[in-house]
């Protein structure tokens, strides 16, 4: 059994390795989980007594297979649990991060069997991201910025890269959301800033902040 911290420690080390980087560094885990290096260093040393991580001083971090695992479990957890909390009990996708935060530490692999088979094992979360299959296979669609579409291009809203509350807010306000289809009709010279078209041929300008939050399917 891991405590809470423990979790989130791997979970995080976890993340923080999928942008191609091999080892991890303690300065990125104290700021991600606003902490201190010193509490980071504590705490790295206690999981690699249980080999779940490999860890050298000064050099970083890396998770053990067994470690990789857990971190892709726990993500599975709350995943499944936002998608229960928006589609059971009409949370909006701004606010269940949080409460997800706690769930996930549930450990009993029966109820997330329960919960998955009750959900109708869904394939994304809310916010787009895929969910870790019950073995531990993270899927990868392919997706794209939004920022990235060329004049003319067509993709399908699929998911964000930012889940802040205010973000996901602000695409409620003007209308996106996840399965829309948009075309760029114009990109904006002064502010990389993107005139796009709806499905129902409504036109938006979204600014180059958006775009680039926003994951798109092609």
């Known amino acids: 059994m891991l405590s809470y911290t423990e979790e989130n420690y791997i979970k995080t080390i976890y993340k923080l390795s999928q942008n191609g980087t091999k080892e991890v560094n303690t300065n ?18 206690k999981l690699s007594s249980k080999n779940i991580i490999s860890y050298v001083k000064y050099r970083g971090v ?7 695992q857990m971190a892709l479990q726990i993500i599975r957890k709350h995943r499944l649990w936002e998608v229960f909390l928006v ?15 706690e769930l996930e530490h549930i450990s009993s692999p029966l109820l997330v069997q329960r919960l998955d088979e009750f959900l109708g094992y869904p394939q994304t979360d809310p916010h787009g991201d895929p969910i870790p299959s019950a073995d531990g ?9 939004a920022a990235d579409l060329a004049v ?28 829309m289809k948009i075309t760029v009709l114009e990109q904006i010279a ?15 300008i979204i600014s180059h902040e958006v775009a680039r939050n926003l994951l798109v399917s092609v």
């Open 87 to 101: 589609e059971k009990l009409r949370f909006n996708w701004d606010e269940v991060h949080e409460v997800a935060e």
């Open 28 to 45: 990125a885990i104290a700021e991600t989980l606003q902490t201190k290096a010193a509490s980071v260093s504590d705490m790295l040393r």
């Open 137 to 145: 296979i993270m899927p990868n669609p392919e997706k794209v910025l």
């Open 62 to 68: 890396s998770l053990s297979p067994e470690g990789k």
């Open 190 to 204: 002064y502010d990389k800033s993107l005139e796009i078209k709806l499905e129902n041929n409504k036109t938006l």
């Open 152 to 179: 003319n291009a067509s993709g399908v809203v699929s998911g964000v890269n930012d889940t802040q509350p205010l973000f996901l807010q602000h695409l409620d306000k003007i209308g996106l959301r996840l399965g």
